[in-house]
């Protein structure tokens, strides 16, 4: 997808919920601005809810839409921004859910080294890794 030095970068954005179980899956070239991409992963969000992002994902026009649907964005503020937000330590916390879920994404030994050449190739190999993790989430024990 994006070419740099180093050659072909991806980046990876995800939606999860509470459980760290992914809900959107998105990719953009490794060069390009993360709060740029997160449009497609906005939609997908549930009325109401608390939408916890690192600073790359830090922009006027993502709190806006956030409201706009009736969500609280809990994202910490770049050092360069003069205006403050409300933002909670305690619920930022809850951002390794995301952390996580990449976490067992680098455990398919195909996706962390990235095989595929093909983005479109490389996005269904996510998505399908993806659904595994929610069939082990509502997998039975009995």
Aim: a positive charge.
């Amino acid at each position: 997808m994006g070419r740099s030095r180093g050659g072909l970068t991806t980046k990876i954005h995800a939606l999860v919920d509470g459980r760290g179980l992914p809900i959107q899956l998105h990719l953009s070239e490794g060069q390009a601005s993360d709060c740029k991409q997160a449009e497609p992963l906005l939609g997908a969000l549930p009325k109401g809810s608390t939408f916890l992002a690192d600073k790359a994902y830090d922009s006027d026009a993502i709190r806006r839409q956030i409201t706009a649907q009736g969500g609280f964005a809990n994202i910490p503020a770049k050092r360069n921004r003069r205006q403050s937000f409300a933002f909670s330590q305690f619920l930022y916390r809850y951002r390794n859910l995301i952390e996580r879920f990449f976490g067992k994404l680098k455990h398919a030994r195909g996706l962390a080294t990235r095989y595929d050449k093909r983005a479109d190739n490389f996005l269904a190999a996510i998505k399908l890794f993806s659904a595994r993790l929610w069939i082990n989430a509502y997998e039975s024990t009995a």
